[in-house]
């Protein structure tokens, strides 16, 4: 008979792993006492979090505008890292720290999903206030809240050209301006109905005729949204069955953003890519179906879609199965979670995603990167992953640190025994869900030698392959 202790530990591990980046010591007992459920609805219904917003009060540059961040790196180049270096930080601080774990994971799907680089041009300037306006407050939200601040905001208009996107017209005998499509491809792309939707290239043209005139007014100094109507193309349009009348401005964007967002196609895209994150590489294809109806019913709420999907027999069979792979941001942010860390600094993580290959805002293709696990297991990420799992167990990793004393206590280990530590660290990071294996092969660490016999068992199994899927 399956030992109850166990089922229980391993369900909630799967739902804070997935969900969440995977729980911090005691909180896999925590959610069980006070019920996953209960957990769950707290997650998708988030509260305030004083202890984050103490955690992040000392990084000054979090709320600037983008005319800000302009105005101070026209004065001084040098501003733009101090910027930049505060948004990373705050972003793994927040992942690791954050109590709304489900808020944390969206952001990063989301701004993935409407992916930017940080390294092209106005970007660089534009970018904090892209993720903090234009993703940040709709995670949760109507799926055409957060399609039209992405879509108008001046990162993105920036990042995919809409900003040269104009009316073609004659001047001192030459044409001046034209119709750049990438805006408007991407739209249907990548974004919402997705290529395989049915869409043909005069409906990328027309999308991108809607959208001319959309742009930026100044990215010199400004760095704020603007249409000219002067460079908007007034003309009938045909979008991919939206009939858009002659004569119309800026409110024809809004009414085909209002047509994709409520279009099924975009419904099974959307939903696609939500249980691509959080069930399965391949979902299958009836819950995607199904999550696909109650974004059609509830309006494109995401609460809806993933309410359902956490309640879903898919997901949940899921957490008897291999598990779907880690990528590096959520290796890392696992890692640093299970152990407890406290994170101060996050230049030498930063470091370890980039040597992992996914630097963080650094994305060049508007793809984003890879929400399919099995697409960053190669054997230079694993030992990469090794190195990062042994650096925060001795302390060699920088703003990071970790009492593993404590947490061997607090699974009531054993901290000079290797089993001790190996049971310890089985109950209280991985759920009592350790394979033989793994608990063998940890079990032979000597007891002897530098680091001690606690970091090194606990960085052999933070390597392991328990660890590396969610």
């Known amino acids: 008979m399956p030992d109850p202790n166990r089922l229980g530990y391993r369900t909630a591990l799967h739902l804070l792993s997935r969900a969440g980046f995977g729980p911090r010591p005691g909180e896999l007992a925590t959610a069980l006492s006070r019920g996953l459920e209960r957990w769950a609805l707290e997650q998708l219904e988030p509260g305030p979090d004083p202890e984050l917003d103490a955690r992040l009060s000392g990084f000054t540059t979090l709320g600037y505008s983008t005319s800000r961040v302009l105005q101070l790196?026209?004065?001084?180049?040098?501003?733009?890292?101090?910027?930049?270096?505060?948004?990373?930080?705050?972003?793994?601080?927040?992942?690791?720290?954050?109590?709304?774990?489900?808020?944390?994971?969206?952001?990063?799907?989301?701004?993935?999903?409407?992916n930017v680089f940080v390294n092209d041009g106005f970007d660089r300037y534009s970018i904090l206030s892209y993720e903090r306006d234009a993703i940040r407050p709709f995670v949760l939200g109507r799926f055409r809240d957060l399609l039209g601040a992405a879509t108008k905001h001046p990162a993105m208009l920036f990042y995919l050209d809409n900003y040269l996107n104009t009316l073609p017209r004659a001047a001192g005998g030459r044409q001046v301006g034209g119709i750049n499509e990438n805006h408007g491809r991407e739209l249907l792309e990548l974004h919402t109905v997705g290529v395989d939707a049915g869409y043909s290239q005069d409906d990328v043209i027309a999308a991108a005729r809607v959208m001319t005139g959309h742009g930026i007014d100044n990215v010199q100094t400004g760095g704020n949204y603007q249409f000219r109507a002067a460079n908007h193309d007034t003309g009938a349009k045909q979008v991919f069955g939206l009939s858009v009348a002659a004569g119309g401005g800026a409110d024809e964007l809004e009414r085909l953003l209002d047509h994709l967002a409520a279009h099924p196609a975009t419904a099974r895209f959307v939903c696609g890519r939500l249980a691509q994150r959080f069930v399965a590489d391949d979902p299958p294809a009836a819950l995607v179906e199904r999550l696909a109806e109650v974004y059609l019913?509830?309006?494109?709420?995401?609460?809806?879609?993933?309410?359902?999907?956490?309640?879903?027999?898919?997901?949940?069979?899921?957490?008897?199965?291999?598990?779907?792979?880690?990528?590096?941001?959520?290796?890392?942010?696992?890692?640093?979670?299970?152990?407890?860390?406290?994170?101060?600094?996050t230049r030498a993580i930063r470091a370890f995603l980039t040597e992992a290959g996914q630097p963080l805002y650094a994305c060049n293709p508007p793809t984003g990167y890879s929400n399919r696990g099995l697409d960053w297991l190669n054997p230079s990420a694993q030992l990469a992953r090794m190195n990062f799992?042994?650096?925060?167990?001795?302390?060699?990793?920088?703003?990071?640190?970790?009492?593993?004393?404590?947490?061997?206590?607090?699974?009531?280990?054993?901290?000079?025994?290797?089993?001790?530590?190996?049971?310890?660290?089985?109950?209280?990071?991985?759920?009592?869900?350790?394979?033989?294996?793994?608990?063998?092969?940890?079990?032979k660490v000597a007891t002897t030698g530098t680091p001690g016999v606690a970091a090194r068992v606990t960085a052999l199994l933070l390597a392991g392959p328990e660890m590396q899927v969610r």
């Open 73 to 114: 790196y026209n004065a001084d180049n040098r501003t733009i890292g101090v910027i930049l270096d505060e948004m990373a930080s705050a972003k793994v601080i927040r992942a690791v720290h954050g109590r709304n774990q489900l808020v944390e994971n969206l952001v990063d799907f989301w701004f993935n999903h409407f």
């Open 389 to 443: 799992a042994l650096d925060l167990c001795t302390g060699a990793l920088a703003g990071a640190s970790v009492n593993l004393a404590g947490l061997v206590a607090s699974g009531g280990g054993d901290a000079s025994s290797a089993r001790g530590v190996v049971d310890a660290i089985d109950r209280e990071v991985f759920g009592l869900t350790l394979n033989d294996s793994s608990r063998a092969a940890a079990a």
């Open 297 to 345: 019913a509830h309006d494109g709420e995401i609460a809806a879609v993933l309410r359902a999907l956490f309640g879903s027999a898919e997901f949940w069979a899921e957490a008897y199965g291999p598990g779907k792979p880690r990528t590096p941001f959520e290796y890392a942010i696992a890692a640093l979670r299970a152990v407890g860390a406290n994170v101060t600094a």
